[in-house]
């Protein structure tokens, strides 16, 4: 009876410790650790790729900018139009005061 | 089983750390975002203060510059307060060239209620030679006024007894001239 439990303990020490070992492989702190290394190596280089995305932009301006409608338009005098205006005038002044002082002879119809 | 526990804390502490590490960087990115669009607010609206007084200012000197034309053009139109002027040198014109006038009638047509300007339109019978008359409409039509002449009617007026032309001519004239409101 004794020697048989001893048998039954001894290859149940066994299977539990193949069944650790098991585990253990499954979970192998080394490679845990070893992944949390990368993860944190591959958030700090994107937290300095994004930082310095971002402090380039905001040097330089070109971030987080508002659309702006700067066109200031005001209806002022037009120059030109003002001058060929006026010069029409004055030539019509001009042939006013010519046919006035020159008489234009013409024959009445009725006559 | 005390150096796993001591591991175990400092990888607790780190998870901690960067999870507050990445709050405040999503803070402090936030802030950066806001402030930065006020400044481009900010430096937006004091470019278009700048334009409109570098406008303002180049306005101010058209207007000074063009201040002696703009006089002058005033003279080209008739006004409120000149109407009766503009009759009289018509009348005096008629006088000038010897053909006898009256005025019929004198309306406005304001035209659109948007438009600076409208229309005066002056009514005359007509009487005179014919080459006065036709002297008389061509000098109309010369102005220094933006006139025109919208109707004209001319009759000869014959001598009753012998039916022959008496040389004077009589008829209606229409004038329409631009008058500023």
């Given at each position: 009876m004794i020697g048989n439990k001893t048998i039954k303990d001894f290859f149940g020490d066994r299977l539990k410790q193949r069944r650790m070992n098991k585990i253990r492989n499954r979970f192998n702190m080394r490679t845990i650790w070893k992944k949390i290394f990368i993860l944190f190596i591959v958030i700090n280089v994107i937290v300095v790729i994004i930082s310095s995305y971002l402090f380039f932009k905001i040097n330089y301006g070109e971030i987080f900018l508002v659309d702006s409608n700067t066109n200031v338009s005001v209806e002022t005098v037009n120059r030109t139009l003002?001058?060929?205006?006026?010069?029409f005038f004055e030539i019509k002044e001009k042939e006013f005061d010519n046919l006035k002082t020159n008489k234009v002879n013409l024959v009445d119809p009725s006559l | 089983m005390d150096k796993l526990k001591t591991t175990k804390q400092i990888f607790m502490f780190m998870t901690i750390l960067t999870i507050a590490v990445i709050i405040s960087y999503s803070f402090?990115?936030?802030?950066i975002k806001e402030k930065n669009k006020m400044i481009s607010l900010m430096t937006n609206e004091t470019d278009a203060a700048i334009q409109r007084e570098v406008k303002l200012?180049?306005?101010k000197d058209l207007i000074k510059d063009t201040q002696e034309n703009r006089l002058k053009l005033d003279t080209y139109f008739v006004v409120d307060d000149k109407i009766v002027n503009f009759i009289e040198e018509i009348e005096e014109l008629s006088r000038d060239v010897g053909v006898d006038t009256e005025v019929v009638s004198v309306n406005v047509d304001e035209g659109k209620a948007n438009?600076?300007?409208?229309l005066l339109k002056l009514d005359l019978n007509i009487e005179g030679k014919w080459e006065d008359v036709f002297q008389f409409i061509t000098l109309i039509e010369k102005m220094s006024f933006k006139i025109s002449v919208s109707q004209a009617s001319l009759q000869v007026i014959y001598d009753n007894e012998s039916k022959i032309s008496s040389g004077i001519w009589k008829g209606f004239l229409s004038i329409n001239v631009v008058k500023l409101k």
């Open positions: 003002l001058l060929d205006t006026i010069n | 402090f990115f936030y802030n200012r180049s306005v438009n600076i300007s409208e």
